[in-house]
């Protein structure tokens, strides 16, 4: 089952084409604003949320960001960011040089599938996960290369990822995060005539320090809900401004989490 995962990580990102897929992203914090916000869940607060395309052409994945007057890239936002769910996520375990340790975990019933799940760990020094964190005004953004370690979720005929699970480790003390897991939601997507597994959900969760604020250092919590939608031929489609503002949330007052 192993030799089956390690073939199709591997082979994942050379097998997929070039596509575009509309992009919806929703943020959530328990950072104390003077103004009320919506409770939505575990004491996170619904803050913003932004659309755009995320496209992937020759196997390197991109992101412009709707913007009211047209599109723009998408700036740095105060908190966790980290990106790599078309297959450098999946495909990072298992290069030459990765190191990675794996443990049997147990069946899953995973939708209708029953999936096998594998613990995994990559050590620092062979780490290719950088966790990122901006901005603790008025630093500029931190990154750093950590050891990290979490679940594959596998299909044992095939070998396919349906959901992949990061935890970063061993984060210094003196680095504004201090906590983050990510879960990355993979599912049949038809492209053409052909199906491809493709992120259709990420969610990340973090912890962070504040420092360089008015009041004293406190924590922060933060969730960010990403759903990928609308997947198409690159060659196909291209989201225009108008398109990006005219899906039904591609800016939410408020949302009930899930």
């Avoid at 290719?128 to 750093?144: E, G, N």
């Amino acid at each position: 089952m192993l030799a089956r995962v390690r073939e199709y990580a591997l082979g994942y990102i050379r097998a997929l084409p070039d596509l575009v897929a509309f992009k919806m992203t929703r943020r959530f914090d328990d950072y104390p604003f003077p103004t009320v916000r919506t409770e939505v869940w575990r004491h996170l607060i619904f803050r913003d949320s932004d659309a755009g395309q995320l496209s992937y052409n020759n196997g390197v994945e991109s992101y412009v960001a709707a913007a009211p007057g047209g599109p723009k890239i998408l700036s740095e936002r105060q908190g966790l960011s980290s990106f790599g769910e078309f297959g450098s996520i999946i495909g990072a375990l298992f290069w030459s040089d990765s190191h990675i340790q794996l443990k049997w975990g147990y069946w899953d019933p995973l939708g209708n599938q029953r999936l096998a799940v594998f613990h995994y760990a990559i050590p620092a020094d062979h780490s290719r996960y950088t966790v990122s964190y901006c901005c603790d005004q008025p630093a500029r953004p931190v990154s750093i290369t950590v050891a990290y370690r979490g679940d594959l979720f596998i299909d044992p005929a095939t070998g396919a990822v349906w959901r992949v699970t990061r935890e970063a480790l061993d984060l210094p003390r003196n680095f504004p995060t201090h906590w983050a897991q990510t879960i990355v939601d993979y599912r049949p997507v038809l492209i053409g005539r052909v199906s491809y597994l493709l992120p259709v959900r990420s969610m990340t969760y973090s912890e962070s320090t504040l420092h360089n604020t008015a009041a004293s250092a406190f924590t922060v919590r933060y969730w960010n809900d990403v759903r990928c939608v609308h997947y198409s031929a690159r060659s196909k489609r291209r989201w225009t401004p108008l398109e990006f503002r005219s899906q039904p949330n591609w800016q939410i007052a408020a949302v009930n989490a899930t």
